[in-house]
């Protein structure tokens, strides 16, 4: 058996690969948040056009 003068393989340990990190799943808003926001902007809006009036 003849052992090869250098080696050709990895020595030591591998390096690791970089850390990669995912964003935070993005939670969706209820549909009726949304229609409570609307209402809220529709009802402020008119109160506020009876004040200036």
Known sequence: MKLPG?????????RPEAV?????PVTAMPPWVRMTIAAMTRWTRRLGDTARS
Do not use: D, E, S
Not at 6 to 14: A, D, E, L, S, W
Not at 20 to 24: G, K, V
């Open 6 to 14: 250098k080696h050709c393989g990895q020595v030591g340990h591998p």
């Open 20 to 24: 990669t990190r995912t964003i935070a």
